[in-house]
């Protein structure tokens, strides 16, 4: 099959990461000043054709962001698998778990701590600790529990997508040297949200090559700041126009 694509596999890392980022600003931006700006201000709820509008903006913009995650995983089961250094992209992971929750709470949630609810960044370090543990440990059993224990902590730490995203995570690992049975785990594992299974289409055209984007720690650093400034930006509306 994989033979078959060969010619349409264009996707390299670089350009899911752009994929997955682009998505990921667009759901935010619907999850933050769309639902807790524009759809509450006065002038959109006294209209109700135009607030009829904007909520089919919001669920549109909402759709598209739901491919953002899967590549994520995808990219983070890559990472591991080329990375020099495992212990050293688990800490980089564990640092933006720190540098990003402040953010995540006050643009997700509107307050500056949020204890029910943790930014991506825990669900991808889980993920990423699972697979350096079953790497380093080969007894099967072992392995399974180590993948068990960490699909809990994603329930546990209330991560974003929670358990099945480390569980996720933990499949795409497993099968990582079969592109077409990757691509279809993941999309079964994902199919409760509409239109995430879309993201493994990229993914299937993947041509396994790093791009030409040098930009290593910007995709780090988006995720915080993103956030930080969509809430500032869904303040401003609330202030000016509330």
Request: aromatic share 18%; with cysteine; glycine share 6%.
């Amino acid at each position: 099959m994989m033979e078959k694509l060969a010619p349409y596999r264009v996707f390299t890392s670089s350009s899911l990461k752009l994929i997955a980022v682009i998505t990921m600003l667009i759901d935010h931006f619907g999850a933050t000043v769309m639902s807790q700006a524009i759809l509450k201000l006065p002038a959109v709820k006294a209209d109700a054709d135009l607030y009829h509008n904007m909520l089919i903006l919001y669920r549109l913009i909402r759709y598209i962001g739901r491919v953002a995650f899967p590549i994520y995983c995808f990219l983070l089961v890559e990472g591991f698998i080329h990375t020099h250094s495992k212990m050293k992209y688990l800490l980089r992971l564990g640092i933006f778990v720190l540098i990003s929750e402040i953010p995540f709470d006050y643009a997700i949630y509107n307050h500056w701590f949020y204890p029910d609810k943790q930014n991506v960044f825990f669900t991808l370090f889980f993920g990423m600790l699972v697979m350096v543990l079953v790497d380093r440990f080969r007894n099967d059993w072992l392995q399974f529990l180590i993948m068990a224990v960490g699909v809990y902590l994603g329930w546990l730490f209330k991560t974003d997508y929670g358990a099945r995203g480390v569980f996720l995570i933990c499949t795409l690992f497993l099968v990582r040297y079969a592109r077409p049975i990757q691509c279809l785990a993941g999309a079964l594992i994902m199919q409760y949200e509409l239109t995430a299974p879309l993201a493994f289409v990229p993914i299937l055209l993947y041509n396994g090559e790093k791009g030409n984007l040098k930009m290593k720690y910007f995709f780090y650093w988006f995720y915080p700041v993103h956030l930080l400034l969509l809430g500032l930006a869904r303040d401003i509306v609330l202030f000016y126009f509330g």
